[in-house]
């Protein structure tokens, strides 16, 4: 298959060869912005009558 062929335009390589950490501990200060965050996903989602996830409802109590 050459590189001008119509094939090759459908194949794909992958975005992101390496994989995410799954538990990655985050700083003082990224974590106070999750709060603020999760803060403003809980106020947005009551003004438009959506359900919070119960995770962001946890994090959105915690203090900064």
Known sequence: MSAASPEHRLVHAPRNGTA???TKKATPAEHRVQV????LRVTLDERLGRET???TKALAKEPI
């Not at 603020?36 to 803060?39: H, P, V």
């Open 53 to 55: 996830p119960a995770k």
């Open 20 to 22: 995410k950490p799954a």
């Open 36 to 39: 603020a965050a999760a803060r």
